[in-house]
Structures are given as C-alpha cells and as structure tokens.
C-alpha cells in the first residue's frame, strides 16, 4: 500500500495530506494557518477508522513566524496526535513549487540542482518559492530516503499560446530574461476544469472552461478543449485579480511614477504591491470573513474593496467569454471561491445578456466540500462550485512520475 505526503505552502499557509493512495483518500490532511501573522493555527484531521465514524480533529495554536516553523508543527502534529510517520513506508514527498519558469513543464525528482533552479526562479514568485523551498528543505532532512517531487503551479500554463503569453516589450527582455506570460495555481485550474468536464458529462477535450482560482492569490483561466489559452496571473503572481495583499492589474508605469514623485525604489514598489495592496489596502484586513463583517458594520474602505475585487472578476469572466467564444461552464473554487456566496454573487451580477446566472437559494445553502451546480436549473452556462484538490493532483503526479 503506498502513501504520499503532500506539502503544499501557499502565501500564508501550509496544506498537507498524507494520502493512501490505493484509495485516493487522506488519513490524515490538516492546514497551518496564517503564517507570519502572529498566532497561526494548526489544525491536523484524522478521518474516523470505520465508514460513517466521526474525524479526530486535533487543533494548536502557536507563533509560526514562517514556513520553517509552520513544518516543525505539522510534523510535531503527526507525532501527537497520529498516524505516526515513522511506521509509514512513503512512496514519495510530493511539494506544490509555485513558479517552475518555462524550465520545469512537468513534475520532477527534486535534487540539489532542482532546489537550486527553484531558487533561482524566487524573484519572480518572493511569496511562494522561498516557502516552497523552505518546505522541500524541511522534508529532505526529515525524509532523506524518501522521493521528493516537486509539481509547478506553472506547468499547466505551458499550453497558452503565443499571443496569449507574449508580452509586447522589447527583444531582449523576451529572450535574455524570459520576460512573458507564465500563469499559476495550474495544479488547481487543470484539477477542478476536469471535474467540470465530469460533472458536465463531457470529454474535457470537447469543454471550455472559466475557472475562478480564489484564494488569498486569486486568478482566472480560460480553458478550452483541456488545454490552458489564457490566464491572468503573469511573469509573477502579481498581475490580474485583486487579492488578499496584492493588487492585481495596476498601470505599468507605477513604479516610474512612484520612483520619481514619491522617491521609492523598484523594489519598495514591489513589496507594497504584493504585501499591502489588494484587500488589505482597502480594507484593513485581507480574509474575506473579516472584510464581510466590516462591511456589514457600515466600513466604507470594505464596501469599496469588496465592490472593486468583484468589479475586477467581471471584467475578466468578460474578456475570458471573448477568448473563448463558447463557454461550456463557470467555475469557482479556492478559499473565496468555495466560501464566499456573495463574492460569487457579485461576480456574475448584470451577465445574464452572456447567460450567466446564479439561483440565490442554491448559492446561499451550499454542502461545504462537495461539487455543486449553483446557476438555474436549464441555465444557459452552468456555474458551479467545485472545492479544489491541489494535493491529491500532485500526489497523483508526483506517483506518475515514480512509475514512469
Ligand atoms: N467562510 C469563508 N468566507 C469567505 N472567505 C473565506 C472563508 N473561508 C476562507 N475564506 C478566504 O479564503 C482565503 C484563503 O484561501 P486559500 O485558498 O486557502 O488561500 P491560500 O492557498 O492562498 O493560502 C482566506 O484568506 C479568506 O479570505
Ligand atoms: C500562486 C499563488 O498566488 O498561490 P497562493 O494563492 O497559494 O498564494
Ligand atoms: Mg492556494
């Protein structure tokens, strides 16, 4: 029977399962939350022994600085309140590596060159390869004879054509410094566009897809036949929807502008685009629950926020229409995406003329952690809700790769 840890650290948290994968099914799965915020929180699930029996859920909260410290207590997690890793053959460590550059269109055994090139790759994803890198660093020393593979966010996008990942910027930004389009949170939109496709009753060859990845990253796909032809995050995770700490789309010029009237430094700018801008900026805090309760307390800076991150979405579930030109399904998923009824009301408001629409009551009473079509029954495009599985994706590639 072979099991696969899977560690897959977001901006501010760390998801992990240890999955059997003769079942395709967690033993264990947990998430630490808000990472660098403080007071994290820790909560390690172990699903009841037999069919129906109620989970263990085991909860800790402690200061995890970073990523570093948020494995010592998923690990210390194991140890207390079980399945005990050290009586666990694992076929592999598979780790969710954010920014794999055109380098990596695939999952690959990690190696010291490996790790090296994910380093490298840092500049272009400062909030997710460091902790990736931290997590694969972890692992290494805490499993040194167990496979570690790593699965990019980035693989997924390989497909975007040309004209969809060319920016139009000078030659020898393009070629010298591989200056283009690279997309992310791949793993998710490829997972959840198939689950359409199955809940469709369709090939995925033969469905177009647009996919809401909403988290605290957030971003959109078009995904037509299968294949990713159009995302919005960009060379980094920065571009496109407005997210928890950063902006999405902003004028180009920017960082110009601020270097010469604020006096700031590139590097300034790009830390307050990513760390104090989107949600947060406008609203003081950056979880979606948080910003809700102020706006129903009457705060103006939340109102504002929620109305532009919806604004933002229309705009492109509009451009992405355009892209596609038949839209099979809408889909939501991620944090946001699978939590937020009013987001995803807010979301398709005024699109009825696309034949988008959502049914209040199906949208309000949602079965939390199961796919759910929340449009109108005939409804023109089904919108639906499908709860992503980033880790059995990777648990599933990082496999394939092993018995390749
Ligand atoms: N019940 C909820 N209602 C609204 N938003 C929620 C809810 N639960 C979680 N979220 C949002 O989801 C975000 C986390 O999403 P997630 O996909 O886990 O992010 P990441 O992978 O980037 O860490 C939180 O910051 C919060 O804004
Ligand atoms: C790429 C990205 O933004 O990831 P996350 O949503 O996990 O922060
Ligand atoms: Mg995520």
């Given at each position: 029977m072979s099991h696969v840890l899977v560690l897959n650290s977001g901006s501010s948290s760390i998801k992990y399962q240890l999955l059997d994968m003769g079942k395709g099914a967690p033993v264990a799965s947990g998430v630490v939350e808000?990472?660098?915020?403080g007071q994290s929180v820790l909560t390690h699930k172990v699903p009841g022994d037999a069919p129906g029996a109620p989970a263990r859920k085991h909860e800790r909260r402690e200061a995890c600085p970073d990523h570093e410290a948020g494995l010592k207590a998923v690990l210390d997690a194991f140890t207390t309140?079980?399945?005990?890793?050290?009586?666990i053959e694992l076929a592999a460590v598979g780790h969710r590596v954010v920014h794999g550059g055109a380098r990596f269109g695939g999952a690959v055994l990690v190696d010291d060159e490996v790790e090296h090139a994910i380093e490298e790759l840092a500049p272009l994803a400062p909030l997710h390869n460091p902790a990736n890198l931290a997590g694969i660093q972890g692992a290494r020393k805490a499993f040194p004879n167990v496979p570690q593979v790593a699965v990019f966010d980035t693989a997924f996008h390989q497909t975007l054509p040309p004209a969809a990942y060319?920016?139009?910027?000078?030659a020898p930004w393009r070629?010298?410094?591989?200056?283009r389009r690279y997309g992310f949170h791949g793993t998710s939109h490829a997972y959840v566009s198939r689950r359409a496709a199955a809940i469709l009753g369709q090939d995925p060859a033969d469905t177009n897809v647009i996919v809401l990845h909403l988290g605290n990253g957030a971003s959109a796909t078009a995904i037509e036949g299968g294949r990713s032809?159009?995302?919005?995050?960009?060379?980094?995770?920065?571009?496109g929807l407005v997210m928890g700490t950063r902006s999405g789309?902003?004028?180009?010029?920017l960082h110009a502008y601020l270097a010469r009237n604020?006096?700031?430094s590139a590097a300034e700018v790009d830390t307050a685009l990513n760390k104090q801008s989107g949600v947060l900026a406008l609203a003081?805090?950056?979880?979606m629950r948080e910003v809700w309760r102020m706006v129903d307390e009457g705060d103006e800076g939340a109102r504002l926020a929620v109305d532009v991150y919806c604004h933002r979405l229309r705009k492109y579930i509009g451009a992405y229409y355009a892209v596609l030109g038949r839209v099979d399904a809408l889909v939501f998923t991620a944090g946001v995406g699978e939590n937020d009824e009013r987001v995803r009301a807010g979301a398709v408001t005024g699109l009825d003329r696309l034949g988008l629409r959502i049914d209040p009551a199906k949208n309000e009473s949602l079965e939390r952690g199961t796919d759910q079509v929340?449009?109108?029954?005939?409804?023109?495009i089904p919108v639906m809700v499908i709860p992503t599985n980033e880790e059995l994706e990777i648990a599933v590639q990082s496999l394939d790769l092993l018995n390749r």
């Amino acid at each position: 029977m072979s099991h696969v840890l899977v560690l897959n650290s977001g901006s501010s948290s760390i998801k992990y399962q240890l999955l059997d994968m003769g079942k395709g099914a967690p033993v264990a799965s947990g998430v630490v939350e808000r990472i660098g915020e403080g007071q994290s929180v820790l909560t390690h699930k172990v699903p009841g022994d037999a069919p129906g029996a109620p989970a263990r859920k085991h909860e800790r909260r402690e200061a995890c600085p970073d990523h570093e410290a948020g494995l010592k207590a998923v690990l210390d997690a194991f140890t207390t309140a079980g399945p005990d890793l050290d009586g666990i053959e694992l076929a592999a460590v598979g780790h969710r590596v954010v920014h794999g550059g055109a380098r990596f269109g695939g999952a690959v055994l990690v190696d010291d060159e490996v790790e090296h090139a994910i380093e490298e790759l840092a500049p272009l994803a400062p909030l997710h390869n460091p902790a990736n890198l931290a997590g694969i660093q972890g692992a290494r020393k805490a499993f040194p004879n167990v496979p570690q593979v790593a699965v990019f966010d980035t693989a997924f996008h390989q497909t975007l054509p040309p004209a969809a990942y060319t920016y139009a910027v000078p030659a020898p930004w393009r070629t010298e410094h591989k200056v283009r389009r690279y997309g992310f949170h791949g793993t998710s939109h490829a997972y959840v566009s198939r689950r359409a496709a199955a809940i469709l009753g369709q090939d995925p060859a033969d469905t177009n897809v647009i996919v809401l990845h909403l988290g605290n990253g957030a971003s959109a796909t078009a995904i037509e036949g299968g294949r990713s032809v159009e995302t919005s995050m960009g060379l980094t995770p920065l571009e496109g929807l407005v997210m928890g700490t950063r902006s999405g789309d902003v004028d180009p010029s920017l960082h110009a502008y601020l270097a010469r009237n604020g006096g700031m430094s590139a590097a300034e700018v790009d830390t307050a685009l990513n760390k104090q801008s989107g949600v947060l900026a406008l609203a003081g805090a950056n979880d979606m629950r948080e910003v809700w309760r102020m706006v129903d307390e009457g705060d103006e800076g939340a109102r504002l926020a929620v109305d532009v991150y919806c604004h933002r979405l229309r705009k492109y579930i509009g451009a992405y229409y355009a892209v596609l030109g038949r839209v099979d399904a809408l889909v939501f998923t991620a944090g946001v995406g699978e939590n937020d009824e009013r987001v995803r009301a807010g979301a398709v408001t005024g699109l009825d003329r696309l034949g988008l629409r959502i049914d209040p009551a199906k949208n309000e009473s949602l079965e939390r952690g199961t796919d759910q079509v929340i449009s109108p029954d005939g409804a023109e495009i089904p919108v639906m809700v499908i709860p992503t599985n980033e880790e059995l994706e990777i648990a599933v590639q990082s496999l394939d790769l092993l018995n390749r």
